[in-house]
């Protein structure tokens, strides 16, 4: 059994898709914990990435959004009191701009910008067409130690290039039976629909059916080359709400006026909580076009960079921070 009081580093997922993707990607599986407090309902993976022990908890299956993942947040700081720095990774919805060219199973990093602690909390508005949107909150910043480490890898990644893509392959290698769901799906199946096309409402059938690839209907983007990063990496505003986004015209606004590049539905919940690293591995564009063949290769881009990002923060560092639940309680 695992003593909690040696885990100094908190993963939180939200839904088991994202778990499975962080568990093969532990350089060591630890045993359960020896005991958690009494009324922790969350379930634990315990192991090892580089020279951090790491804490892996998932949102209940079917719950999803803010409230949910504050409260598995705060389970597990109430179980492992020594947790010092966060980490929320898994998929989200993507922004595609002129200014950011984020394709699927593309990867983005919560980064503060223009006073935002790199997590933009919204709340819509009650019209349904033309949905309305407002600012709900101030969010907390990310630990120093891992904005440090943030910077640091971004250098490394400009300079020499990344090995994620080589990370994911050889996960799938020893794990045959994953790659399925998790590798990485055709380029052909990643369709940027334009912003007035929208999947009929009253069919469920998968996008490629239902709506085509009509060039008319299609924003069209150059291929990548062997000098783009692959997946690439950006860095920018991170927006969550407890609502699902799929409007590409609300998505085109914020991404315009907010300079959002990617939607989820978790993280709003934990940065005053349980200040952490958002990662995102983007599974679909934030539109009706949803569709499930891009969220197992984005969950594993997403904590492939988070297990490089552990790599390039010296245990020390870590041990230099007050535990979260110390910080959080001393205000």
Not at 161 to 180: A, P, W
Not at 230 to 256: C, E, N, W
Request: charged content about 25%; glycine content about 8%; proline content about 5%.
């Amino acid at each position: 059994m695992s003593n909690p009081d040696d885990y100094t580093v908190g993963w939180i997922c939200a839904i088991s898709t994202e778990s499975v993707a962080a568990r093969v990607l532990l350089d060591e599986e630890h045993a359960q914990p020896t005991s958690v407090s009494p009324h922790d309902n969350n379930g634990y993976t315990l192991g090892k990435v580089g020279n951090h022990n790491v804490v892996i908890a998932v949102l209940p299956d079917g719950e999803y959004g803010i409230a949910s993942a504050a409260s598995v947040a705060s389970d597990m700081l109430h179980s492992f009191p020594n947790v010092r720095i966060g980490l929320m990774v898994g998929i989200g919805g993507g922004a595609p701009s002129l200014k950011h060219d984020i394709r699927l199973g593309d990867i983005v990093v919560s980064a503060p910008r223009e006073g935002n602690s790199g997590v933009f909390q919204y709340a819509f508005g009650k019209t349904i067409q033309d949905q309305s949107f407002h600012q709900t909150g101030f969010l907390n910043q990310p630990p120093t130690v891992l904005r440090s480490a943030v910077s640091q890898l971004r250098g490394a990644y400009e300079s020499d290039g990344h090995q994620l893509q080589q990370t994911i392959n050889s996960v799938l290698e020893k794990k045959k039976r994953l790659c399925k769901k998790y590798k990485r799906p055709e380029s052909s199946s990643d369709r940027l629909y334009r912003s007035g096309f929208t999947h009929p409402p009253d069919h469920n059938g998968a996008c490629v059916a239902v709506c085509g690839d009509d060039p008319s209907n299609l924003i069209s983007r150059p291929e990548r080359t062997e000098d783009d990063d692959d997946p690439t990496i950006h860095y920018g505003l991170i927006a969550s709400a407890d609502q699902l986004m799929k409007d590409a015209s609300v998505r085109d606004t914020l991404a315009k006026d907010r300079d959002v590049l990617c939607f989820e539905m978790e993280a709003a919940g934990l940065m005053n909580r349980f200040p952490c690293l958002v990662i995102r591995g983007i599974c679909d564009y934030s539109d009706t076009h949803k569709n499930k063949e891009w969220q197992g290769y984005a969950a594993m881009a997403a904590a492939a960079y988070a297990k490089d990002l552990l790599g390039r923060i010296h245990p020390n560092r870590v041990e230099a921070e007050k535990s979260i639940r110390d910080m959080i309680s001393s205000g």
